[in-house]
């Protein structure tokens, strides 16, 4: 699963896609008009649909085609009790030292040198380590007391540990059975940076497979063969993806594994996903807290057991940034150069374009009819501005799969004009099948 012959990372990338997001409305920066907040995004139009097909095809593979696997969506705001029980409040940290020269704050794990600053080179400048904790603290309700604290979570999975006992008495589900959930996070990073990959308010994919204790080995290389091959099947490169085991001074305190699948970003190759053996830990925490028993009763062996948990963790945002780097391509084409995005079809923002051929209304009335036909099945782009040449750069640039040309003959032949994003070639189908015809070709 791991890469031995990967091509070196292209910094150049990072500003190119930078640049391609806000001009094509993937991301704005948010707050813009007031200067901007420091490491907040806000998904524009196009960045909208890219992010809502990453998680609607994760949503697709871990839950709608499996019978093993439900879902569930937790409350963002919860109470001290459960991060207290989860660990996060004590150990949910990161070592932070100061610049005394320069006044900068760095995070001393992500230093390639921990005695010399990166943002004025001196050494022997850092004062030691302190933690700081990552959670956001709030009050929920009018009162500022002890009480009325609250915290916005800093992931989904612990919403999935406190229902499990919810999940198996109100379900017909038993071991091995998941438990999925798609929802924002939210992390006070202190060094948040590269863009949307490092966030504060973020969206994360997550599923808590609770299992057996004696198949947890044999589901933790179950769930890391399948996590590595989803990215393949929705079009991630296999030179620039990697499944990468934790060293055994990496792993978290719970975890008797864990393993990353990593893209290879225009820094080096990065985390897009984690998949950890939890063991039992997150169960008979909340047990021992709550006093609640979060346990499986086996009738058929007559006994109890906590199960394990095998958890694959990704990052949405993440995700959708890897597949528009992925995509990304430069070509030329008659002298010209062609930006294009090579989406996979599940994951391009718009299926298809319709492009009249002229702003004349024999044209555009129909044209417009087409579009909202199509509309019923597909996320459909519609589009009458500039030279039909511009407006396939454009549709290139988005990662549109197919651009639907109506013209003049279109009125004589009741046939339209389908160019395909990446061949360029061109194919007339005849209006009444155009549906179908984008149904067998997306698949």
């Known amino acids: 699963m791991s890469q031995d012959s990967s091509p070196a990372p292209n910094p150049e990338l990072f500003d190119t896609i930078v640049n391609l997001t806000k001009r094509r409305g993937f991301v ?55 991060w207290e029980a989860s660990g996060h409040l004590a150990n949910f940290t990161d070592p932070l030292v100061d610049c005394t020269n320069c006044n900068t704050r760095w995070r001393l794990d992500k230093l390639e040198d921990p005695e010399q600053c990166p943002g004025c080179g001196k050494r022997g400048t850092f004062t030691e380590p302190r933690q700081f904790n990552l959670m956001f603290k709030t009050q929920a309700g009018p009162v500022e007391d002890a ?35 798609i929802g924002k996070s939210f992390r006070n990073e202190i060094t948040p940076g590269q863009f949307v990959f490092r966030t504060r308010e973020f969206e994360q994919m997550e599923m808590e497979y609770f299992v057996p204790p004696a198949d947890a080995q044999r589901w933790y290389e179950y769930w890391c063969n399948e996590r590595y091959q989803w990215y393949l099947d929705h079009g ?72 394990h948990v ?37 994951i391009a923002p718009y299926k298809a374009a319709v492009l009249p051929l002229s702003k004349k209304p024999e044209l555009t009335g129909p044209a417009g009819e087409l579009a909202a036909s199509l509309r019923r099945s597909f996320m459909c782009d519609y589009d009458e501005t500039q030279s039909i040449g511009r407006r396939y750069r454009r549709q290139d640039e988005l990662g549109t799969p197919f651009c639907i040309t109506y013209d003049f003959d279109t009125l004589e032949d009741r046939a339209v004009t389908v ?25």
């Open 147 to 181: 009480s009325a604290v609250a915290y916005l979570r800093p992931e989904t999975a612990q919403g999935m540990f406190i229902n499990f006992k919810n999940v198996i008495d109100t379900t017909r589900v038993r071991p091995p059975f998941g438990i999925a959930q």
């Open 419 to 443: 160019r395909d994003r990446d061949s360029m070639d061109q194919e007339r189908v005849a209006l009444a099948e155009v549906e179908a015809y984008l149904a067998e070709k997306l698949g």
């Open 236 to 307: 991630m490169p296999a030179d620039r993806l990697r499944v990468r085991a934790h060293d055994a001074d990496e792993l978290s305190h719970y975890s008797s594994g864990t393993s990353d699948v990593e893209f290879l970003f225009p820094w080096g190759w990065d985390e897009l996903e984690g998949i950890a053996n939890r063991g039992d830990y997150d169960l008979t925490q909340h047990a021992a807290h709550s006093g609640e028993k979060l346990e499986w009763y086996d009738q058929a062996a007559n006994e109890r057991w906590v199960p």
């Open 28 to 82: 704005y920066p948010s707050a813009e008009i007031y200067g901007g907040f420091r490491s907040t995004y806000d998904y524009g139009p196009i960045g909208v649909l890219l992010l809502r097909n990453v998680k609607d095809a994760w949503w697709r593979s871990m839950v709608q085609e499996r019978g093993d696997v439900v879902g569930l969506d937790a409350s963002i705001l919860s109470p001290p009790a459960v």
């Open 310 to 346: 095998i958890e694959p963790a990704a990052g949405a945002t993440r995700t959708a940034m890897a597949f528009l780097m992925a995509a990304y391509d430069e070509e030329e084409v008659r002298g010209e150069k062609r930006v294009v995005l090579r989406f996979h079809p599940r």
